[in-house]
């Protein structure tokens, strides 16, 4: 398992700029980067309406509107990297979690055939021991009626 996570890792990279990539990417979806975006977006707009400041980028605002198709450029890969790299995750803890389920149902499978073996055992011995608790009856019968017999013999060689 520890192979897999590894050629995850060199599939998409490891390296500081993969790393930086999916963390962008993560925060694109974020209520702080949309806040942050919006303010940005009203300072700009209000920064090029008004005379403070040369405007830079004045009505219709094509710089703007440049800036966001770069944005946009380059954060549709991003976010899909980042998808790439979680659905990737995901495949391998769904596959670790199901080697742990097969793991469990073979130890289980296991646990029931010696449970299944042992109660068959038992059902042996209990079968045994009710053989022999019959032939104890007979045999302690038997030794009743002897000993009846030899007391009625001696009752009568006493008494003749």
């Not at 707009?45 to 966001?68: E, G, M, Q, R, T």
């Amino acid at each position: 398992m520890a192979s897999t996570a590894q050629n995850h890792h060199a599939t998409f990279g490891s390296d500081p700029f993969g790393r930086a990539a999916e963390h962008l990417a993560r925060f694109f979806g974020t209520p702080k980067y949309i806040a942050v975006q919006t303010v940005a977006v009203i300072a700009w707009i209000i920064l090029n309406s008004v005379a403070l400041i040369s405007h830079w980028d004045p009505y219709p605002f094509i710089l703007l509107n440049l800036a966001f198709s770069t944005q946009a450029a380059y954060a549709a890969p991003l976010i899909l990297l980042a998808q790439t790299r979680q659905a990737d995750r995901d495949k391998i803890e769904a596959e670790r979690i199901d080697q742990r389920h097969t793991d469990l149902e073979r130890a289980a499978a296991t646990r029931t055939a010696a449970i299944k073996a042992e109660t068959a055992r038992l059902a042996e011995l209990l079968e045994a021991n009710t053989v022999l608790t019959k032939q104890d009856k007979e045999l302690t019968e038997q030794v009743a009626r002897l000993s009846r017999d030899i007391h009625a013999l001696l009752t009568k060689m006493n008494a003749g």
